[in-house]
């Protein structure tokens, strides 16, 4: 029976990180097209605290890093907005929050200099499948933003 208990045990410890992995692979894929509009770019955005679902990725115009915090977007607080640039439509995710979404560091990703409740990310990818990628980043990263304080 002792046996049998710590074929158990094993085989359930053993699970339990494959599904997270399956979960977090999924997650990395949708993040990785939200910022780079590929799902296995060079490049990854990393995440850091998969609890809060902060990521954060290089800064494209200065040498600094930028974290945000997808737990705490609310849908109802977020919305792509499109920019023509002659014949290419630019699109861009508009986020506003209650709390702080985003937050710009130095160079070694220690020091906070900037956080704002505020943030446009710009998105490279198709729009169907950002918005796809965003569904699952949505049904994952529901944190202390989509939380009523009365609940």
């Keep these: 029976m002792k046996g049998f208990c710590l074929v158990v045990l094993l085989v359930t410890a053993c699970a339990a990180p494959m599904r997270a992995g399956v979960r977090d692979d999924l997650l990395q894929k949708a993040f990785n097209y939200v910022f780079t509009g590929t799902i296995d770019p060079q490049d990854t955005p990393e995440i850091v605290d998969l609890t809060a679902c902060a990521v ?3 800064d494209p115009r200065y040498p600094r890093f930028i974290r945000y915090y997808f737990g705490r977007i609310r849908p ?9 640039a002659g014949r290419q439509t630019l699109y861009k995710l508009e986020i506003e929050s209650d709390n702080i979404v985003i937050e710009y560091l130095t160079a070694d990703k220690a020091t906070v200099t900037q956080a704002f409740r505020s943030a446009q990310i710009n998105l490279p990818g198709d729009l169907e499948q950002t918005q796809k990628a965003l569904k699952v980043i949505a049904e994952r990263c529901k944190g202390d933003g989509s939380k009523s304080p009365f609940s």
């Design 76 to 84: 109802d607080n977020s919305r792509i907005s499109k920019d023509y």
């Design 56 to 58: 954060v990725v290089p």
